[in-house]
């Protein structure tokens, strides 16, 4: 069984949570296209991507450790 998490951001508050929404629909049509089973999801809203000093991709990283996923859809 392939398990993936899906990780979305987008780095400009002029962006929306339809970013987002749109990003994480593209990754579960594909997960769905190609039998990934998405176990979570990791979001960071208005922050660049110029940085890895974002929450949510160091929760990822630490999360990691713990073998549950092998992928990571972006």
């Known amino acids: 069984m392939k398990t993936a998490v899906i990780y979305a951001r987008y780095s400009s508050r002029n ?3 339809q970013s987002i ?3 994480v629909h593209v990754c579960e049509d594909y997960a ?3 039998n990934i089973i998405i176990v979570d999801s990791y ?5 660049s991507g110029t ?3 974002r929450e949510s991709f160091q929760k990822m ?3 990691s450790n713990n073998k549950k996923w092998n992928y990571v859809l972006i």
């Open 15 to 17: 962006q929306t949570e």
């Open 21 to 23: 929404e749109g990003q």
């Open 32 to 34: 769905k296209r190609n």
């Open 43 to 47: 979001i960071d809203r208005a922050i």
């Open 51 to 53: 940085t890895d000093e």
């Open 61 to 63: 990283l630490k999360d």
